[in-house]
């Protein structure tokens, strides 16, 4: 069965930089979400969307924005990147207003801010 | 006081044996329940849902769900080295919201 699609799986990059992260939904899923897991954390709740109109939002920095796009993909922008930035980064989704709540995650991408 | 509190880890259990690992949840129009597992470096993977009160069993796994005490737990039968992993509790509010509230994760080891 397909499985959600991240790209790229590893990103280094330097303070200040930017870095975008893509997301491929499971086939037919509509709904993205996008959590940030630090060392030792659980994943935290960043932002999400459904039919590409923003669903809710987390504690997502204002330095990052993120968006939706027709085919149901959706991208992670992140600016001026901070040490503190270095994380896993997963996409999640869901279909189905009914069982909506039941989230994919996909393998995650791991960013290094040096 | 997170949302989603998990019991402290970690545990450890022999091979063969019951792991039970517990979860508390503060907000009582939470609608449904999950458990991921999660190996170091890698993905959460569903394990289970639950939705309403009582038991749910699936091959090795049952999940119990108390929603009067907002209390949720995870039963690995005959537990084997592969089980191994952080466990993450997650709490869904409803679709006006979308998110999931993760516990912090109990790491589970079954030794040989």
């Known amino acids: 069965a397909a499985g959600v699609i991240q790209s790229p799986r590893h990103l280094i990059k330097e303070k200040r930089e930017t870095a975008t992260l893509k997301c491929y939904p499971i086939?037919?899923?509509?709904?993205v979400y996008w959590y940030q897991q630090g060392p030792g954390q659980d994943p935290q709740f960043l932002i999400s969307?459904?039919?590409?109109?923003?669903?809710d939002k987390g504690s997502i920095p204002d330095r990052f924005s993120a968006q939706q796009f027709s085919d149901y993909h959706s991208e992670l922008n992140m600016s001026s990147l901070e040490l503190g930035d270095s994380a896993l980064y997963f996409c999640?989704?869901?279909?189905?207003?009914?069982?909506?709540?039941?989230?994919?995650f996909g393998p995650g991408t791991r960013l290094l801010v040096l | 006081q997170k949302e989603v509190e998990q019991n402290s880890g970690p545990l450890s259990v022999p091979e063969g044996a019951i792991a039970s690992l517990n979860c508390t949840y503060s907000d009582r129009g939470s609608q449904s329940f999950f458990w991921y597992r999660q190996y170091s470096g890698k993905s959460p993977e569903l394990i289970m849902s639950i939705y309403s009160n009582g038991d749910k069993e699936d091959g090795r796994f049952t999940a119990q769900l108390n929603k009067a005490s907002q209390y949720v737990s995870l039963l690995i039968r005959d537990s084997q080295p592969s089980d191994s992993a952080t466990y993450l509790c997650a709490v869904f509010r409803g679709t006006s919201y979308g998110k999931l509230t993760f516990g912090q994760g109990t790491i589970l080891t079954v030794h040989p």
């Open positions: 999640a989704s869901s279909w189905d207003r009914e069982n909506q709540e039941t989230q994919y």
């Open positions: 086939p037919r899923h509509d709904t």
């Open positions: 969307f459904y039919e590409k109109m923003q669903s």
